[in-house]
């Protein structure tokens, strides 16, 4: 069994021992009836179906070497640049399908970085981190499991190390080492969708100096596992579907906001065999980058273009059931959301066509450092731009409409029909609904996620500082004013 029906992962997430899950101050005592949760496993569910579509299926699946059989992409680690590429092209399709968060994609990500780093680790210093990672994941795909992926901690005073906070579980911490595995305490926080998973991959947040060997870390856990509990983030918007007659009245009905939660392992067990970093302070960096890398190119260069097509898309419509297809500043707007996606799509691409092997012999993929954190950078502005833009496009009424439920009031459905129409052919209720979609996305919480999410902007800035050294453009100008000195120019 390679492939299950979104049918048999739902019915798998009912087995789970009961987790422990908070959510505006209640504890939820059961994931399907959870309407904010609901949407995690409904985007869940879809990775899913769509493995098993004919139409979709080669897009969202790969003959893996490690069960020579078909298995979700979202198990499937890169073995070459075609394969990074097809990476960028379903995070792409998964995000505008979705119009939201893809929660199998940190999983995925980390395991790249685990594949890579742990093949370097087990041939540099005898371990035998690989061997178990391998035998995971085979796991994993052979019974196409779901993994959420989990580095991001709360950590103390960005002045002092972990060792000098006040609370040493700040950053996530091995408290005990037995002879059966370790004991781990602390917290991992913006973890996405992590309680619709079967598994939860750790690694470090950030380098570890030499004598901080107990937070150099990256296990993996079923998610029922005792001691671990999730407190999921709430806002307006969690409330407003959860007060919701009817989804449709939401922007994004079905698969709704990102959602995250915290999550909190109190003097969790984990066995060795499920261990892959621990104590190893010189990989831990290693292990960051190389996620990090990974996660941009699919933050910034696929699954924001998907987006980004969701809000063409309805600005689109808008221009039309208003009758503004002529109106040159709003074409003009419409090009530069068109450019700015296109940027997006061409810098995660390069990233991907220019990837390479990681490190040399492993048989793991990654994409091009530099590409992969300059397609996270490009995006973070261009989608605050494509969010302004549409929301000029889209108007006050983004802000100001009224519930689709006057439509059912006899007292007032004949005016919104009438004013909020437009004097359109199209239904008064499509109208409203393509302009809560905007609502959504404007004044929603994308943008922040966006500009946060693989890290913030400064990450990517630090990044391509450390990739870029500037020898070979220097030496273009010294070659082209003769003043080389008879240096040979580096190819």
């Known amino acids: 069994m390679a492939l299950i029906t979104s049918q048999q992962y739902a019915e798998s997430l009912r087995k789970r021992k009961s987790l422990r899950i908070f959510m505006n101050g209640k504890k939820v005592e059961d994931v399907f009836d959870n309407p904010n949760i609901r949407t995690v496993i409904e985007a869940n569910k879809a990775s899913y179906s769509w493995a098993l579509d004919p139409g979709y299926q080669e897009m969202m699946t790969a003959i893996s070497p490690l069960t020579n059989d078909r298995v979700n992409r979202y198990v499937y680690v890169c073995r070459s640049r075609e394969d990074l590429v097809a990476k960028a092209l379903a995070g792409t399709f998964t995000a505008e399908k979705l119009g939201t968060c893809i929660y199998r994609c940190p999983g995925l990500d980390a395991f790249h970085s685990l594949a890579s780093t742990t093949w370097e680790m087990d041939r540099n210093l005898g371990t035998e981190y690989n061997k178990r990672l391998i035998k995971y994941l085979k796991w994993v795909q052979e019974d196409d499991l779901a993994v959420a992926g989990a580095l991001t901690e709360p950590r103390g005073d960005r002045k002092k190390r972990a060792l000098d906070w006040p609370d040493p579980f700040l950053s996530l911490k091995v408290v005990e080492k ?75 009905p079905i ?48 699954c924001k273009v998907g987006f980004m097509n969701l809000i063409i898309g309805a600005c689109k419509l808008l221009q039309e059931y208003k009758g503004l297809e002529k109106a040159q500043h709003i074409n003009d707007e419409m090009m530069e959301m068109v450019v700015l996606r296109e940027t997006g799509r061409a810098c995660g691409l390069a990233s991907a066509n220019l990837g390479q092997e990681e490190p040399e ?63 359109s052919d199209a239904p008064t209720e499509d109208i409203m609904k393509v302009t809560k979609l905007l609502q959504n996305w404007t004044a929603g919480q994308h943008g922040v996620a966006t500009w946060h999410g693989a890290g913030p902007v400064m990450a990517q800035k630090i990044m391509i500082q450390r990739v870029v050294d500037y020898e070979h453009e220097k030496n273009l100008v010294k070659e082209a004013l003769g003043i080389l000195e008879g240096k040979e120019i580096p190819k």
Request: proline share 4%; net charge negative; charged share 25%.
């Open 178 to 252: 037995k002879s059966d595995g370790i004991v781990v305490r602390g917290a991992k926080i913006n973890i996405s969708g992590a309680y619709a998973a079967h598994e939860i991959v750790v690694l470090p947040q950030s380098a570890k100096r030499k004598d901080e060997g107990d937070y150099a870390l990256s296990f993996a856990v079923p998610t029922d596992t005792g001691g671990i509990t999730y407190i999921c983030q709430y806002s307006p918007y969690s409330a407003e579907r959860e007060m919701a007659d009817d989804i449709y009245e939401l922007g994004n």
């Open 255 to 302: 698969f709704g906001q990102r959602e995250t939660s915290m999550v909190v392992f109190d003097n969790v067990f984990v066995p060795w065999e499920r261990v892959f970093h621990c104590g190893e302070t010189d990989y831990s960096i290693k292990l960051v980058e190389r996620f990090a890398k990974t996660h941009r190119m699919t933050c910034g260069g696929t």
């Open 361 to 423: 012999g492993s048989g793991v993929f990654l994409p091009d450092e530099l590409m992969g954190n300059v397609s996270k950078l490009n995006i973070c502005n261009a989608f605050w731009r494509v969010m302004a833009l549409a929301g000029d496009i889209g108007g006050g009424l983004i802000a100001t409409l009224p519930s689709l439920k006057e439509l059912k009031n006899p007292e007032t459905r004949k005016y919104v029909e009438e004013f909020l129409g437009f004097g």
